[in-house]
């Protein structure tokens, strides 16, 4: 599995984006996706991720973003997007996606970047005043 991030940039506060992570191979064997951020001299932060079990499909967000990100996938193109309105000078970062395939993970374990086996290679979102 490959997965190809894309869609950052600098925008202004207050502004949208859109994020998309193309994957490729046994992708959509997989169990749950995610996008992940990483700011100077932080920890790589969950943001939000999409989780397959069996015929149900569960959003899950953290506190910071819920109500302006929206993650979703388009199964045909094989990519998993994240729409970011409204966006704040704290969003700043380098954005990442992420998959899971040999597991189905509980909810708790969405925010853990252990649970993770594939990684994309990080898009950077420059938000400024």
């Known amino acids: 599995v490959q997965l190809q991030a894309s869609g950052g940039g600098l925008v202004q506060a207050g502004d949208s984006l859109r994020l998309s992570c193309a994957a490729s191979?046994?992708?959509?064997?997989?169990?749950?996706m995610a996008w992940f951020r990483q700011a100077p001299g932080k920890e790589r932060e969950f943001i939000a991720a999409?989780?397959?079990?069996?015929?149900?499909?569960?959003?899950h967000y953290a506190d910071s973003v819920k109500g302006r990100f929206t993650i979703s996938r388009d199964k045909v193109e094989n990519t998993v997007y994240l729409q970011m309105n409204n966006l704040k000078l704290d969003d700043t970062a380098v954005y990442y996606c992420?998959?899971?395939?040999?597991?189905?993970?509980?909810?708790?374990?969405?925010?853990?970047?252990?649970?993770?086996?594939?990684w994309g290679q990080g898009t950077e979102v420059t938000v400024s005043s």
């Open positions: 999409m989780r397959w079990n069996g015929g149900n499909v569960g959003t």
């Open positions: 191979g046994r992708t959509f064997g997989a169990s749950a």
């Open positions: 992420g998959a899971v395939l040999r597991v189905r993970p509980i909810v708790s374990s969405l925010r853990n970047t252990d649970l993770y086996e594939y």
